[in-house]
């Protein structure tokens, strides 16, 4: 099972062509893919028409969907993003939208 982060979503739905937005292309319909319990609202609470928030909600309603963290976790996740920011240890953030 695959994890898409919101990000990764939008760009596919503004079509903006990203190396993580044509992995998700070449993945939907041959891998199992998922999302958070949060990535809809953060998705469809950026669509201006009706008829594209319904279609793409339907894609989004159709995959498995599984809890977030929590902000226990969200929290010691930003701690150590800061500690290691201060070592001088840095990661890519378009490396984590889609995992594999």
């Not at 928030?53 to 930003?78: D, F, I, N, R, W």
């Amino acid at each position: 099972m695959i994890p898409v982060d919101s990000s990764v979503w939008i760009d596919y739905f503004n079509g903006t062509e990203t190396p993580a937005t044509q992995k998700l292309d070449k993945l939907l319909g041959v891998q199992p893919v998922c999302t958070g319990d949060l990535i809809p609202a953060e998705v469809l609470q950026g669509f201006r028409q009706d008829p594209d928030y319904q279609a793409e909600k339907t894609l989004l309603c159709s995959l498995p969907v599984h809890a977030m963290p929590g902000a226990t976790m969200v929290l010691k996740s930003a701690e150590n993003f800061r500690k290691l920011r201060q070592q001088g240890i840095t990661h890519r953030h378009d490396d984590c939208h889609l995992l594999h």
